[in-house]
T-cell receptor
Framework: AQTVTQSQPEMSVQEAETVTLSCTYD???????LFWYKQPPSRQMILVIR??????QNATENRFSVNFQKAAKSFSLKISDSQLGDTAMYFC?????????????FGKGTRLHILP | GAGVSQSPSNKVTEKGKDVELRCDPI?????LYWYRQSLGQGLEFLIY????????KSGLPSDRFSAERTGGSVSTLTIQRTQQEDSAVYLC?????????????FGAGSRLTVL
């Protein structure tokens, strides 16, 4: 069974700093998707960024980028120039294969506080 | 609808009562997921519906939990004989796997409190 591990339960950084959230996963699959979702205090989950395992290039979305290390099964999220609105729970997620019938598994999350 | 709608947003019940939580996914989304989020915990997978395929029920914690999806659209998660440990936020999400993106759109969740 696939597992997703987020080793940092909680982090705090000053506004405008760069922060990296770690995620590791365990799978025997070669093709899969990885995701980072954000859950602000409003509780509404939002997709931050997505990576296909067959792509070597790291995904980037504005201030958000990932460091995907397939051999190490690592998928960290970097937030540059952090803003107060980045305060949220961040969840790493995994979906095996490219099959339509694959479920998505989440880690336990990292609570990120951006301090003014 | 424009988004995933869940009801009720909050539910307080007494131990031993049955509860039903409803999820109305985005129109046309064939995949529907239920997750449970307990205080300070991550998202625990409960059940997954995809089109006409048999649902993946591997995450349901006990036989007190069941879910159905009627007509490939609305889904109901039923918890029978509720226990205090069932208190959590129940999140529903839908997606359109055929699009290749497999991006989940979540509802705002139903917060269940069992007294």
């Amino acid at each position: 069974a696939q597992t997703v591990t987020q080793s940092q339960p909680e982090m705090s950084v000053q506004e405008a700093e760069t922060v990296t959230l770690s995620c590791t996963y365990d799978t025997s699959e070669s093709n899969y998707y990885l995701f980072w979702y954000k859950q602000p205090p409003s509780r509404q989950m939002i997709l931050v960024i997505r990576q296909e395992a067959y792509k070597q290039q790291n995904a980037t979305e504005n201030r958000f980028s990932v460091n995907f290390q397939k051999a190490a099964k690592s998928f960290s999220l970097k937030i540059s120039d952090s803003q107060l609105g980045d305060t949220a729970m961040y969840f790493c997620a995994f979906m095996k294969g490219m099959n339509r019938d694959d479920k998505i598994i989440f880690g336990k999350g990292t609570r990120l506080h951006i301090l003014p | 609808g424009a988004g995933v709608s869940q009801s009720p947003s909050n539910k307080v019940t007494e131990k031993g009562k049955d509860v039903e939580l409803r999820c109305d996914p985005i129109s046309g989304h064939t995949a529907l997921y239920w997750y449970r989020q307990s205080l300070g915990q991550g998202l625990e997978f409960l059940i997954y519906f995809q089109g006409n395929s048999a649902p993946d029920k591997s995450g349901l914690p006990s036989d007190r939990f069941s879910a159905e999806r009627t007509g490939g659209s609305v889904s109901t998660l039923t918890i029978q004989r509720t226990q205090q440990e069932d208190s959590a936020v129940y999140l529903c999400a839908s997606s359109l796997p055929q699009s290749g993106a497999n991006v989940l759109t979540f509802g705002a969740g139903s917060r269940l409190t069992v007294l």
